[in-house]
């Protein structure tokens, strides 16, 4: 995640990991904490994990307004959607809202990559949105500048019948390894669970109980 840049490309790549795990019982999405601008860490405290409702969440990477901006959006409508029909509003509507605010942005593009996950009525979804507004379904991703090491720890390990519990210690080692070989990620991991529980964000003795970090 950056917060200053000259370069789009520069915009797009440098900076951040973040990884999303659809399993059979939930989603994980899980996140470095650095923001920086160029060389510069701007913040080593960065919440790039995002509760949008009770049931879902997103990660960001890229511009940190563009982002927080998404974010707001995503909240009004959710609450909206739930206010006027009286249900949480369903994963993949989210993350097709969140495609067409960038696709009608796209002469002068939000400079942010997102993952929307969650839990509704058709069990768990995870999606990744880029600034252009395509939409992926996926089962697992990583977005970011160490999205590189990330794939490489997510593509072995990966399976399609991990639980929630097994799928949390893969998205922890995934960041970890980014954070070891990439420098535009640090400074902590945070961690988030969505399933029939509802959205949760992991405690710093969860995170440590999982992994040593």
């Known amino acids: 995640m950056y917060f200053l840049s000259n370069n789009v490309e520069e915009k797009i790549l440098h900076g951040t990991t973040t990884v999303g795990i659809r399993t059979k019982d939930g989603v994980v999405l899980c996140a470095d904490m650095r923001a920086s601008a160029g060389y510069f860490i701007a913040n ?13 969440g997103l990660t960001l990477a890229g511009g940190v307004a563009d982002a927080q901006n998404i974010v707001n959006i995503l909240r009004y409508h959710s609450n909206l ?32 990559d997102i993952l929307v996950g969650g839990y509704d009525t058709q069990g768990p979804a995870l999606f990744n949105i880029d600034m252009f507004g395509s939409v992926e379904e996926k089962s697992y991703v990583t977005t ?15 399976r399609t019948d991990l639980t929630v519990e097994e799928a949390k210690k893969v998205a922890l080692r995934a960041v970890k390894a980014a954070i070891v070989r990439n420098i535009g990620t640090g400074d902590g991991i ?19 109980a999982v992994i040593e970090l």
């Open 81 to 112: 959607h739930r206010v006027e029909r009286q249900v949480p509003i369903p994963i993949h509507s989210l993350a097709r809202l969140c495609s067409l605010i960038f696709h009608q942005n796209r002469g002068y593009p939000f400079m942010a």
């Open 144 to 158: 970011g500048s160490g999205s590189p090491v990330a794939y490489g720890l997510l593509e072995d390990e990966y």
């Open 44 to 56: 080593n405290n960065t919440m790039k994990i995002q509760k949008i409702d009770h049931h879902a």
């Open 190 to 208: 945070n961690v988030a669970i969505m399933d029939k529980d509802g959205f949760r964000l992991l405690t710093d003795e969860q995170k440590k």
